[in-house]
Nanobody
Framework: QVQLVESGGGLVQAGDSLRLSCLVSGFTLDKFTIGWFRQAPGNERDGIGCLTGSARAAYFEYYADSVKDRIRIFRDAAKNTVILQMNNLQTEDTGVYYC??????????????????????WGQGTQVTVSS
């Protein structure tokens, strides 16, 4: 059974860094697609980054233009965890952060990777609040 659990959210100040974790079960981080999404109050769930691929071929990282200079996604396969590292947080980064996965994986496809509509398994989300 595929499950994802986010953690690491909280209240931070503008300029701070934060690391969110997505603990996965039911599949391995050998061949996978994990997307990170942010949903601000009253807004849609926006894709901010995605890590996809396989150890046999290659992994691809995709980031939304609005955050690409401030975030990075990487995996810790030994801990079955995908990490979202966010730096220089701004008040507009406030929202609920979700990780999601899809099977079969997307592969090398930025458009699908950053679109919430294609993912079929979601975590419960973790709140990030950035104060000024």
């Amino acid at each position: 059974q595929v499950q994802l659990v986010e953690s690491g959210g909280g209240l931070v100040q503008a300029g701070d860094s934060l690391r969110l974790s997505c603990l996965v079960s039911g599949f391995t981080l050998d061949k996978f697609t994990i997307g990170w999404f942010r949903q601000a109050p009253g807004n849609e769930r926006d894709g901010i980054g995605c890590l996809t691929g396989s150890a046999r071929a290659a992994y691809f990282e995709y980031y939304a233009d609005s955050v690409k200079d401030r975030i990075r996604i990487f995996r810790d396969a030994a801990k079955n965890t995908v990490i979202l590292q966010m730096n220089n947080l701004q008040t507009e980064d406030t929202g609920v952060y979700y990780c999601a996965t899809v099977q079969p994986i997307f592969g090398d496809n930025r458009r699908k990777c950053l679109s919430a509509s294609g993912f079929n398994y979601w975590g419960q989300g973790t709140q990030v609040t950035v104060s000024s």
